[in-house]
């Protein structure tokens, strides 16, 4: 239970464009709805050495091969090849791994020469298997967009166990109340590779490794939630590469996961609560909603609910026990998303009555997409040499005081990192990465994992950066229309002066439900 509430998902809001899947995993939090169109196409049967059919990148400096590809769900091609690199760079000796890239090539005949590189969430989301370029549009008129899989995710040697993650097969499975730990060992077996070799650092090396393969001179990145991490680490070991930066849905590097999580997450769900008692239809649907929620809590610390329901996609009634932790960690998802979170005071409202159906509709909807676009075992090969050395017990029982949510999602994390192989970072990793590079950083106001906040910290040591904050929205932005044409000004300006940080004006979260036909006109 300890990773999944931590991949942060591509989460959607009113106004996004046609075909960005809407709901936190459909959320960090993002797979393959990749549709290019546009001239200068090779056939079937080509090969290109370069990216766009103008030559992007200089053929003196390509050294890497792409061929014509289709993905999962896309209709038109893309290109796709693959760079082997030493799983342990240092030593330069031993086993290789390929890494994926994918290259979706610019409409113009003659495109920029400094793409945009994607760089997802987690630790642990595929690149290349994220519905993210429909918001992209504007910017794939002029640039290249690339998708990289992060070593240990996707198609580049990925660490991935099937014992991590829930269970599509039976209720009790799927909400068994297990930690990461206890089948870690079992994980770890079926793996060839090194597991201290995949942490950020080393990526972000792979990653430069790509870009000198593909003849980019210089990129813009961007990244969500994780990949705001990822970004500003590669700023850091890399800053002659980059052109501009964009961080949505910030973690600094003073951000150690999940720490701050329980905190965080109460946060959105307070203001979530609140606004359900200032909306008239939801407060008198819904009354006194947080005092039964806190009701249901304490019932469920006393004892598991014992729940019998039909599964809702084989209609086959089955039984499973459902624990107060295994309930706050699917209750702490759904909040990425506020057209999902729209829908929680309804369960929480069934719930409190001992109607198990919405939770469990909702809690299903999650999971298909958890277990395509992450590897579990990447997030703990991340967290366990970049955050969990940094906290300690008492950290985590400070930070998680008063919340519904507890200490648990910290404390088993640090639980399963004990049985990680020690691993290490450098020294100046946990430093703010300072640097002049323009960056455009964006929050939305509802983000339950990476909220306002956090964008704050990182921008104090970003001298040439803008901070906004746009309203209504969850984890990431790009749903709104105002933060994609900001995104594309930054990267057309290559600068973030002149652009205006009032954006979102007038949006809102999505209105309450109070039933399945949706919220009252």
Sequence with gaps: MTGGIFSHPLATSPGAPAGLPRGPWALFALTA???????????????????????????????????????????????????????????????????????????ASQPKEDPLVFLAGGPGQAASRTRILPALERIRRQRDIIFVDQRGTGDSHP?????LNPSRVSLAERFADREDA????????????????????????DLDDVREALGYAKVNLWGISYGTRAALVYMRQHPDRVRTAILDGVAPMGQYLPLYAA???????????????????????????????????????????????????????EDFVLTRRVFTAELFA?????????L????????????????VALSLGLTDEVARTTSRGM??????????????VEDAEREAKGTWFGSRMAMDVKKACAQWPSSTVPKSFRAPVVSDIPTLLLSGELDPVTPPPWG??????????????VPGLGHNTVGADCARSLMAEVLTRGSVEGLTPDCGKGLKRPPFFTSFAGPVP
Excluded: N
């Design 182 to 205: 206890d089948v870690l060992p079992q994980c770890r077996k079926g793996w060839e590779a090194d597991e201290r070799l995949y942490t950020t650092s080393i990526a972000m090396d």
């Design 33 to 107: 709805l990749l549709a290019l169109a546009g001239c200068s196409r090779p056939s079937s049967g080509a090969t290109m050495d370069a990216p766009g059919g103008a030559g992007t990148a200089s053929a003196a400096m390509r050294r890497m091969a792409l061929k014509p590809c289709r993905l999962d769900g896309v209709a038109a091609q893309t290109l796709c090849g693959t760079l082997e690199v030493f799983e342990d760079r240092a030593a330069a000796t031993g086993r290789k791994i390929s890494l994926r890239v994918v290259v979706v090539p610019a409409l």
């Design 379 to 392: 997030f703990l090969a991340v967290v366990c040499a970049e955050d969990a050395p940094f906290f300690t």
């Design 344 to 359: 929680v005071p309804l369960m929480l409202d069934r719930a409190s009555k001992d109607d198990w159906t919405t939770f």
């Design 456 to 469: 704050e910290e990182a921008k104090r040591t970003l001298s040439h950066s803008l901070h906004v904050v």
């Design 334 to 342: 759904l909040l990425y998303s506020p057209d999902v979170a729209s």
């Design 263 to 317: 905190r965080d997450g109460q946060r959105a769900l307070d203001l979530l609560l609140e606004a359900c008692t200032k909306d008239t239809v939801c407060a008198t649907a819904y009354p006194d909603l947080r005092a039964r929620t806190e009701a249901l809590l304490a019932k469920l610390d006393a004892a598991p609910a014992k729940v019998r329901l039909p599964h809702p996609r084989t209609g086959v009634t």
């Design 159 to 163: 660490l991935d166990c099937e014992a």
